[in-house]
């Protein structure tokens, strides 16, 4: 059986002043992957994020979540999803608890207690007290991740999450996001260009390219055998740099 893609862009497009950002993409990522969305500065992946989370409108295309298309069943498909796009920002001066609480108001009908849980998903219980101002990148970017978490998301979305993060940092984030994954059968899509990086945590990519999709597919049949690099070198037979 051929199963539905849990998160589907059909022929997204969007320009700013003339210049098209995202072009045509059709993105297809599927029930359980984690998917990378790979691409250098400035292709158009925060743009396209930008669009499936409803933060800003395609010029034309649609994004469907979950079979539910966000233009017209906006609310049905969006609780579908958790995100963060670019960095988390939260108060500085208040604590990840009381940070969380307050997001908590905005998603309908949630219990509280879902907020002590996240924070122990995300291995914060002890630090939960704390101002935010305490906190490490790494922890603040946990906490986004708790964030996201909130309304129970089947899918989550990830803009660069590791981002300025050192390497233990990013170890942190990599191991939550395979724990998620396995054991809370979370879907992620993740945006990156750290190839590297992705072609350990993902099963599935996509490569942008100044808007454009030049490849997706997974890993495993489109390099075949993976060596360590093997995800660079696809990168730049694709991008024909
Ligand atoms: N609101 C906007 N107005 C004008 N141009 C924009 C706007 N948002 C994005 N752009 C341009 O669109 C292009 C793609 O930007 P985008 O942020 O989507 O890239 P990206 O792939 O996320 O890059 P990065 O890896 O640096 O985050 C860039 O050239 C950017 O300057
Ligand atoms: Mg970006």
Known sequence: ?????????????????????????????????????????????????????????????????????????????????????????????????????????????????????????????????DKVKTYSLGMKQRLGIANALLNNPQLIILDEPTNGLDPQGMKEIKEMIVQLSSEKNITFFISSHLLHEMQQLCNRIGIINDGKLLVEGSIKELVGNPTDNSLEKLYFEATGE
């Open 1 to 129: 059986m051929i199963s539905n893609p849990l998160l589907e862009t059909r022929n997204l497009t969007k320009s700013f002043r003339g210049r098209k950002i995202v072009d045509n993409l059709n993105l297809k990522v599927m029930k359980g992957d984690v998917y990378g969305f790979l691409g250098r500065n400035g292709q158009g992946k925060t743009t396209t994020i930008r669009m499936i989370t409803g933060l800003i409108f395609p010029d034309s295309g649609d994004v469907m979540i979950n079979g539910y298309n966000l233009k017209t069943d906006f609310k049905r498909a969006i609780s579908q999803i958790g995100a963060i796009v670019e960095s988390p920002t939260f108060y500085d001066y208040l604590s990840g608890h009381e940070n969380l609480s307050l997001m908590a108001n905005l998603v309908p009908g949630l219990n509280k207690s879902r907020i002590d849980e996240v924070l122990e998903i995300v291995r914060l219980t002890n630090r939960a007290k």
